[in-house]
């Protein structure tokens, strides 16, 4: 809100945030008609609770919103309907009157029940609405998207034909409908049988001569009013009639009101009938039920037609007019049963209410069921009668909710988190479950926050102007402490006595916006909604608001001085939103390191990036560039690694990088391009990553700085494995532990795992591929040594995977499942390498002939890898796949994937990678005809000149098998018997002794 906006109230009020609706209309008429026209619009507005705020000539401005009752559009929207109705049965055939309606939450001050609108609010809304009216067609009642997404549910609304308005324009086309569903569709009846069969049961009595009263009771929106519906859907019809009274929030101090419409049903009189057919009505009615004409009088005065009493005092017409009404119904229900319902008796006026007690002690012989529903906290005075019942509605249980969001999300793709977060935030509530998901579907709602839809706020914001100002100000105070309320901050913060603030807790909690958890010296107490937390959140101003976090952030250090470090989520929480900025950086980064301490990886991140978003707001001076350098580094760098937000990693770095060069801080600068380097791997952007890495290990020799060095050699190591130069990955990682050593063999140097075994693993990966066996297998061991030593499990997964993988390309089978089924157990506790593992493990599963076994890891790595992010290869992932479908016999699918890992290889120069999936594609294309050289030879060509220029020897053996396979099937047995010759003579010389004795028995054949 700006601030000039704030200036135009009293400083002496309390100022919060309302739902206001404006209504405006205008007429076009003969002028002798234009001032009873816009008279009667006045009296509609005043009938629906709203305030005339501006007349002129041929035209009328009016609020809803700025008294206590609720669902201020929905008011709006039915007084519209009522002059919209009043002009079609009022003879006016040559007037129009054009109404606009316009919904928007605005700055209000209130001083006891006076409340006034901020006048930026009100130029807004008011000029909202002239523009719309200047839009409308004649005798329309449209309204903004603002207020059509809050009226949909109770009114039939479409788009305005051709009206040009920013937003959009939607007309009202029809009356006003219950509530059950939008958009033309019902929302299914869930969970709530038990309650209807014993509605029924009290219905089945009552037809018998047993009356009966039932009070139904829940929270808005649990689905009273449904529960009703579908009872006498179900039951009212040839024999049974229903009579239904509504009360509302606006006419609490209206008499007879539910009881008048009840009346009128009764006797068949229109809202529009004039005086003569009220009393005919009701004369005939009388006659037709048996009933003495002495009652007309009174029943014709209720029903607002005056003059028909004199002579009588106010307490005997009262007495006369409660039994004319008592009489008129039970002699009715003689004749034939009737469910009598009145809705929202929490609203009712207090005549109607002593009417009803009068009813009820009439009735246990009538053949009438009259139901109430109401919210909790109204007490009704018949509830210990024998023939007497309340029902209170629970809430809707998870799977029950869920059948609702499923309903409410037809053909709307949502992950299963946004489902989660709706049945969290709807809390079994109906109404709540579907506005959610409707907001969700229509896009007004992003998917991640869940904001309160208007329908839901405009509900639960009328509950809370119910409340005394003070009230109010306390549960607003309470939502700023948060969901959940420990008495000792509010009571620090709130600036009541002791006395008062225990005397409003109680009333909060009676009326169900508050309950207690625990009790005690120091009680708890929780909202009892989500969602009117939120809502009572934010109808306070930001400065209010910000003003009660910088309290609390006071109050707890005070309150609890010896033990912050368990609060320190709660303290970076409330110093962030009190904008006390110092506080926020250093209470947001030791909740960081105290969820690092636990794993909690997305908190971690959550905390860290809270501690950034302050550090801006502090001098910008060296130390808060340094900080904000580092906590990019650790821990955000290592929590966003291990949840596979690889891209993200980039980002921070990028931004540690830049502020880095900004303050010329060339050791910072040299590990943000080491770090970069390594996240420019993961999404195989590897020339990037030589680049960065290069630069980074030209820093580290300017300020001869160990351990950078140490890690720009991995990184840069990890980039040439990944490119297929083996043998500049093997110096650069061989160099790394030359010169680490004795106890820096157990430095991490800023890893997630010890360096040495980070390169130890990549040493072993990069010797495998060049057939040197023997060196790799001493290396691993060396890594089983040292991650055994120190028992973690990330050093225990790298070893276990470069030591299952050397095996697998030396054809140990046996020996790689078993490494790779360790590593697998393993990476389910460090997040990021499950699919990694599950593609390692799948092939070794494809190679040793456990196909069934293969498939649901292979797929699933490749699955996991395109959502969560790559450790690189994933063009080998896929080679891997096509393996396994080669192996199954699935050969379309094997070439299909095949080419697939070949041009992601090639795309991304992965030149060894490339090399495997050449060869697999002349394996395939043997398979598939073996009697034919032309298709497959290519392939292994390819394959073999790569190989050969990048040293791979085991690839380079294999494809003179698979060439000697080849070679033999089609006849030309001395080149078969060449290729493998050379393919035995190499898997000897590597003691690869798997492929050995297929080579070997190849040869056999070739004799």
């Given at each position: 809100?700006?601030?000039?906006?704030?200036?135009?109230?009293?400083?002496?009020?309390?100022?919060?945030?309302?739902?206001?609706?404006?209504?405006?209309?205008?007429?076009?008429?003969?002028?002798?008609?234009?001032?009873?026209?816009?008279?009667?619009?006045?009296?509609?507005?005043?009938?629906?609770?709203?305030?005339?705020?501006?007349?002129?000539?041929?035209?009328?401005l009016a609020v809803f919103g700025r008294d206590t009752a609720e669902q201020a559009p929905r008011r709006a929207a039915l007084a519209a309907s009522a002059v919209r109705r009043a002009l079609a049965t009022g003879g006016a055939s040559d007037a129009a009157v054009t109404q606009a309606i316009h919904v928007r939450d605005s700055l209000v001050g209130v001083v006891g029940e006076t409340i006034a609108i901020d006048e930026d609010s009100r130029r807004d809304l008011f000029g909202t609405v002239r523009s719309l009216l200047g839009t409308a067609a004649p005798s329309a009642v449209v309204a903004s998207q603002a207020g059509a997404t809050l009226l949909e549910r109770w009114f039939d609304i479409v788009p305005a034909a051709d009206a040009q308005f920013t937003g959009g324009v939607y007309e009202l086309t029809g009356p006003a409908r219950a509530p059950f569903g939008v958009r033309g569709r019902v929302t299914p009846f869930v969970g709530r049988s038990v309650e209807r069969e014993w509605l029924a049961t009290r219905l089945a009595a009552a037809r018998d001569g047993a009356g009966q009263v039932v009070g139904i009771v829940g929270d808005a929106g649990l689905g009273k009013s449904r529960l009703v519906a579908e009872l006498c859907e179900s039951a009212v019809g040839r024999d049974t009639a229903r009579l239904d009274g509504r009360c509302f929030s606006y006419a609490t101090t209206t008499p007879y009101l539910p009881v008048a419409t009840i009346l009128r049903q009764l006797c068949v009189i229109a809202e529009t009938d004039g005086p003569a057919a009220i009393a005919a009505g009701v004369a005939a009615t009388l006659t037709a039920f048996d009933i003495e004409p002495r009652s007309a009088p009174y029943l014709v005065e209720l029903l607002g037609v005056p003059g028909h009493i004199a002579g009588v005092s106010p307490e005997m017409v009262k007495t006369r007019t409660f039994e004319a009404v008592c009489t008129l119904v039970l002699q009715a229900s003689r004749q034939r049963p009737f469910v009598v319902v009145i809705e929202d008796a929490h609203w009712i006026d207090q005549t109607s209410d002593e009417l009803l007690t009068a009813l009820v002690d009439s009735i246990a012989r009538a053949r009438l069921l009259l139901v109430l529903t109401y919210r909790p906290g109204y007490r009704p005075a018949w509830l210990g009668k024998s023939y007497a019942a309340q029902l209170t509605l629970q809430r809707l249980s998870r799977d029950e909710s869920r059948e609702i969001v499923r309903w409410s999300l037809p053909t709307h793709a949502v992950t299963s988190a946004v489902v989660d977060g709706i049945l969290m935030r709807g809390e079994g509530n109906p109404f709540f479950l579907e506005e959610l998901s409707r907001a969700v579907e229509d896009g007004t709602n992003a998917a991640g926050a869940l904001a309160v839809p208007g329908t839901v706020h405009d509900v639960l914001a009328g509950r809370m102007a119910k409340l005394d100002a003070g009230d109010r100000r306390l549960l607003q105070t309470a939502a700023v402490v948060g969901k959940d309320v420990e008495y000792a901050v509010l009571r620090a913060i709130a600036d009541v006595p002791d006395d008062v603030l225990g005397s409003r807790l109680r009333l909060l909690q009676r009326a169900e916006f508050l309950t207690a958890t625990s009790v005690g010296a120091n009680p708890e107490y929780t909202f009892k909604h989500a969602l009117t937390h939120d809502v009572a959140y934010g109808s306070l101003l930001p400065e209010h608001r910000r003003t009660l976090h910088g309290?609390?952030?006071?109050?707890?250090?005070?309150?609890?001085?010896?033990?912050?470090?368990?609060?320190?989520?709660?303290?970076?929480?409330?110093?962030?939103?009190?904008?006390?900025?110092?506080?926020a950086v250093l209470y947001s980064e030791q909740a960081a390191a105290k969820a690092m301490t636990r794993s909690a990886l997305r908190e971690v991140v959550a905390s860290c990036e809270q501690a950034l978003v302050a550090l801006r707001h502090l001098p910008d001076n060296r130390e808060a560039l340094e900080r904000a350098i580092d906590l990019r580094f650790d821990?955000?760098?290592?929590?966003?690694?291990?949840?596979?937000?690889?891209?993200?990693?980039?980002?921070?770095?990028?931004?540690?990088?830049?502020?880095?060069?900004?303050?010329?801080?060339?050791?910072?600068?040299?590990?943000?391009?080491?770090?970069?380097a390594n996240g420019l791997w993961a999404m195989e952007n590897y020339e990037d990553a030589i680049v960065s890495g290069r630069r980074a290990l030209a820093i580290a020799s300017t300020l001869e700085d160990f351990a950078l060095r140490m890690r720009s050699?991995?990184?840069?190591?990890?980039?040439?494995?990944?490119?297929?130069?083996?043998?500049?990955?093997?110096?650069?990682?061989?160099?790394?532990?030359?010169?680490?050593?004795?106890?820096?063999?157990?430095?991490?140097?800023?890893?997630?795992?010890?360096?040495?075994?980070?390169?130890?693993?990549?040493?072993?990966?990069?010797?495998?591929?060049?057939?040197?066996?023997?060196?790799a297998i001493r290396y691993a061991e060396q890594s089983t040594r040292i991650a055994e030593a120190v028992d973690r499990p990330y050093e225990l997964l790298c070893a276990y995977r470069a030591t299952g993988l050397v095996r697998l390309r030396k054809g140990d089978l046996p020996g790689a499942v078993s490494m790779l089924e360790r590593s697998q157990s393993i990476s389910q506790?460090?997040?990021?390498?499950?699919?990694?593992?599950?593609?390692?493990?799948?092939?070794?599963?494809?190679?040793?002939?456990?196909?069934?076994?293969?498939?649901?890891?292979?797929?699933?790595?490749?699955?996991?890898?395109?959502?969560?992010?790559?450790?690189?290869?994933?063009?080998?992932?896929?080679?891997?796949?096509s393996e396994a479908h080669l192996l199954a016999g699935h050969i379309e699918d094997a070439m299909e994937?095949?080419?697939?890992?070949?041009?992601?290889?090639?795309?991304?120069?992965?030149?060894?990678?490339?090399?495997?999936?050449?060869?697999?594609?002349?394996?395939?294309?043997?398979r598939r005809d073996p009697h034919e050289t032309e298709h497959a030879e290519p392939w292994y060509r390819r394959a073999l000149a790569l190989a050969e220029e990048l040293g791979m020897r085991p690839l380079i053996a294999h494809c003179h098998l698979g060439l000697g396979k080849l070679y033999r099937c089609t006849g030309k047995q001395d080149q078969a018997r060449g290729d493998l010759t050379t393919a035995t003579t190499m898997y000897r010389e590597m003691d690869m002794r798997f492929w050995l004795e297929k080579a070997e028995t190849e040869m056999k054949g070739s004799a």
């Open positions: 809100m700006p601030a000039a906006s704030v200036a135009t109230l009293p400083l002496t009020v309390h100022r919060e945030t309302r739902p206001i609706a404006a209504l405006g209309a205008v007429v076009a008429a003969p002028p002798p008609q234009v001032s009873q026209i816009l008279g009667m619009i006045a009296e509609k507005v005043a009938m629906f609770g709203g305030m005339v705020e501006e007349v002129g000539e041929g035209h009328m309290q609390i952030v006071e109050a707890i250090e005070r309150l609890y001085p010896e033990r912050l470090t368990e609060q320190v989520e709660r303290l970076a929480h409330h110093a962030m939103r009190g904008e006390v900025w110092d506080k821990p955000l760098r290592y929590a966003l690694w291990q949840l596979g937000e690889h891209a993200r990693v980039l980002d921070h770095l990028r931004e540690a990088a830049a502020l880095a060069e900004t303050r010329t801080d060339q050791r910072r600068l040299g590990w943000a391009l080491a770090y970069m050699h991995l990184s840069l190591a990890q980039a040439y494995h990944a490119l297929g130069s083996f043998r500049p990955a093997i110096d650069l990682l061989e160099s790394n532990m030359e010169s680490l050593q004795g106890e820096l063999l157990y430095a991490r140097f800023g890893q997630a795992g010890l360096l040495s075994v980070l390169s130890l693993s990549y040493l072993v990966l990069s010797l495998a591929e060049l057939g040197e066996f023997t060196e506790i460090v997040p990021g390498w499950s699919s990694l593992i599950a593609s390692n493990l799948g092939y070794a599963y494809a190679l040793s002939g456990r196909i069934p076994d293969a498939f649901p890891f292979l797929e699933r790595a490749l699955e996991q890898s395109t959502s969560k992010g790559l450790l690189g290869g994933h063009s080998l992932w896929i080679t891997f796949l994937l095949a080419h697939r890992g070949l041009d992601l290889a090639s795309d991304r120069k992965e030149r060894g990678h490339q090399a495997w999936a050449l060869r697999l594609i002349g394996e395939i294309a043997a």
